[in-house]
């Protein structure tokens, strides 16, 4: 059988695998039942779920109907830059507190994208910004630093 997609078929390998390995790391927690649910029993369903998801990707990137699409070349400056902005945000946010580190985040992984605009970036940082403020700090009551520590 010849894969048609193999986005498609890479997807669905990868959710299989994953699935595999919740389902099987979640056997070693006790499973309750549906009544009472022990620390198991979610996540080894999510993982079957996960599993079911992936077969029907792959085999569905296997028709005969399937679009024909390859796996684009593996791009590193992507790769970098998103895990660069999530490593930098931790580096920052002690000490140049919330605001700073959340806008960086965004900016730096927003620019990975071959979309990327200014304007945009800037009103979904702000939003980011206002609704992981009033989640964590108004909401949850988590106490870290907001602002840069030469400005508190």
């Known amino acids: 059988m010849k894969i048609r997609n193999q986005r498609d078929f890479g997807a669905g390998i990868m ?5 595999l390995f919740f389902t099987l790391v979640a056997t070693h927690y006790p499973m309750g039942t549906a009544a009472k649910m022990g620390p198991g029993y979610f996540p080894f369903f999510l993982g079957i779920l996960m599993t079911l998801l992936g077969l029907l990707v ?5 028709r005969a109907t399937a679009a024909i699409e390859s796996i684009p070349k593996f791009n590193w400056r992507i790769i970098g830059l998103i895990t660069g902005s999530v490593v930098l945000y931790g580096i ?5 507190g919330f605001v700073v580190a959340v806008f960086v985040l965004v900016f730096m992984s927003a620019s990975a ?3 990327f605009h200014w304007k945009g970036t800037l009103i979904n ?3 980011l910004v206002a609704f992981t403020y009033s989640v964590f700090v108004l909401g949850l009551k988590l106490q870290f630093p907001l602002l840069p520590f030469f400005l508190q």
């Open 15 to 19: 959710y299989m695998v994953i699935g």
């Open 58 to 62: 792959l085999v569905k990137s296997l």
């Open 92 to 96: 920052l946010l002690p000490t140049m």
């Open 113 to 115: 994208s071959h979309e």
């Open 125 to 127: 940082a702000t939003f």
